[in-house]
């Protein structure tokens, strides 16, 4: 009787051991697929990245030399040394012409 409730057990519980093995490959393998396709994605994604952070850099060296010339003009535009110096180059002339003596 004994040997009829061993063999009982063994075979009911190696019928489950098979179920459960079928069941536990096919959520690994389920839960490989997945893991492949979230490595793919964050392959696309650090493809991505790269190229937005090249763009966002252009864009920034771009923006910078905007700038940097715009600098340049306004600059050109306050920077009234030269026009001045033709100003007192004039007045001097005008003031030889008239004979006026200057302070």
Do not use: C, H, P
Not at 38 to 61: A, H, M, R, W, Y
Not at 81 to 89: A, F, G, H, N, T
Request: cysteine-free; hydrophobic content about 35%.
């Amino acid at each position: 009787m004994a040997n009829l409730t061993k063999e009982y057990l063994d075979k009911q519980l190696g019928g489950q051991t098979k179920e459960i093995k079928s069941y536990v490959d096919k959520r690994i393998s389920s839960v490989d697929n997945k893991i492949g396709a979230l490595d793919q994605k964050v392959d696309s994604l650090d493809g991505k990245v790269d190229t937005l952070t090249s763009t966002v850099d252009e864009k920034i060296d771009d923006l910078a030399s905007m700038i940097a010339r715009r600098f340049d003009e306004v600059e050109k535009k306050l920077d009234l040394r030269e026009e001045v110096d033709q100003l007192k180059s004039q007045m001097k002339k005008v003031w030889d012409a008239l004979n006026i003596v200057q302070k």
